[in-house]
């Protein structure tokens, strides 16, 4: 094995480190931040819960579509 290879394999190893402690945060701050901004939105509109509700099901959304993109594109790399 020669050195450019040793390189490449331990930059691989930790672009999958950062990914592994990035997916749970791109899972979990869309609904949070989605249901505080209803939240607050409900309160200002005096609509109660439904606001909170909705955004924080568009923020799961937008979590789960956001990691099957960074996986997506996690997975090209690695083929190449």
Known sequence: MDQN?????RGNAIRQIALAFELP???VVPPLAGG???Y???RWFHTKPI???ILGILGV???IRDVLKAA???EKKDGE
């Not at 290879?5 to 394999?9: A, L, R, V, Y």
């Open 51 to 53: 606001l909170m509700i």
């Open 36 to 38: 505080a901004a209803g």
């Open 5 to 9: 290879s040793s390189e490449k394999d």
């Open 40 to 42: 607050f939105l409900d």
């Open 61 to 63: 959304v937008i979590g």
């Open 25 to 27: 945060l791109m899972i």
């Open 72 to 74: 997506s594109t996690e």
